[in-house]
C-alpha cells in the first residue's frame, strides 16, 4: 500500500489541472525582458514573438509563476541608473534651468550641485553610448525600438499577459484603444511601444496625453 501526502496529493492534483487546462489556451504571457536582443527589431516577424509566448488554461498561470525576474546585464542597469534621473531631470528642466542658472552666477552652492549633478548624468549616458553604440533608427515605427525603452524593459522585468481574446489574429484588423494606469513620475510601466504595434496587429501605436502637456516648453 502506497501512502501519498496531502499536500503530495494536491501538488499532483494541481500538475493535472494545469496539464488539462493547457490546451485550452486561454491565456498568453510573453516574458518581454528575457527576449533576445537580435528580436527586437521591427523587422522579425510577429511569428518569432509568439512561439515563445507561455500559455494557460481558464484557471490562468500558476501561483508565482509571473514573478520570475529576467536576469539582468550590468551594463543595462548602468544604463538606467543614469538614464532614469536624466529622464526625470529632462522633464522639469525648462523650469530648473533658469533658476539655477541664475542662482550659479549668484555663486550659490546648491547650484553648483545640479549642474554638477547634470553633467555625471549626461556624461554617464554619452560614456554607455560610446561603449555600446546604438543602431540609427528612422521614422516612428522604428523609433520604439529605442534603446532606453528597450532596457527599461529589462531593468522592470516586463512581462505582458493577455486572454485569447486579444491573441493574434484575433484583433488583426481591429483598431485598439489601449488604457494604462497613471505612471507618477516616471513611465516604467509603459514603455513598451513596439510590442502595443505589433503583439495584437500591425497598426502604429500612438500615445496620447492631457493637452497641457503638449503645451509645455521642450517637452511638450
Not at 499532483?12 to 496539464?19: D, K, N, Q, S
Not at 510577429?46 to 490562468?60: N, Q, S
Request: proline share 8%; with cysteine; aromatic share 16%.
Amino acid at each position: 500500500q502506497t501512502l501519498i501526502s496531502e499536500r503530495s496529493l494536491g501538488f499532483l492534483l494541481g500538475i493535472a489541472a494545469m496539464t488539462s487546462d493547457a490546451s485550452d489556451k486561454s491565456f498568453y504571457a510573453l516574458d518581454l525582458a528575457a527576449l533576445p536582443d537580435e528580436l527586437f527589431t521591427p523587422e522579425v516577424p510577429l511569428a518569432k514573438w509568439l512561439e515563445r509566448c507561455e500559455t494557460a488554461g481558464a484557471g490562468g498561470f500558476p501561483e508565482g509563476s509571473l514573478a520570475r525576474v529576467a536576469p539582468l546585464e550590468t551594463h543595462v542597469e548602468f544604463e538606467r541608473i543614469f538614464g532614469v534621473a536624466l529622464y526625470m531631470l529632462g522633464n522639469v528642466a525648462p523650469f530648473l534651468l533658469p533658476v539655477f542658472t541664475v542662482l550659479l552666477f549668484c555663486g550659490w552652492l546648491i547650484a553648483k550641485l545640479f549642474f554638477g549633478y547634470l553633467f555625471i548624468l549626461i556624461a554617464g549616458e554619452c560614456l554607455y553610448r560610446q561603449f555600446y553604440p546604438q543602431k540609427q533608427l528612422k521614422g516612428p515605427r522604428e523609433a520604439q525600438y529605442y534603446y532606453t525603452e528597450r532596457n527599461t524593459q529589462k531593468y522592470t522585468s516586463m512581462k505582458f499577459v493577455w486572454p485569447k481574446s486579444l491573441h493574434y489574429p484575433a484583433c488583426d484588423s481591429t483598431p485598439l484603444i489601449y488604457c494604462c494606469v497613471p505612471h507618477g513620475a516616471v513611465p516604467l510601466g509603459i514603455t513598451a511601444y513596439p510590442f502595443y504595434s505589433k503583439l495584437f496587429n500591425s497598426r502604429l501605436n500612438h500615445f496620447t496625453s492631457a493637452p497641457i502637456v503638449l503645451k509645455l516648453p521642450l517637452i511638450g
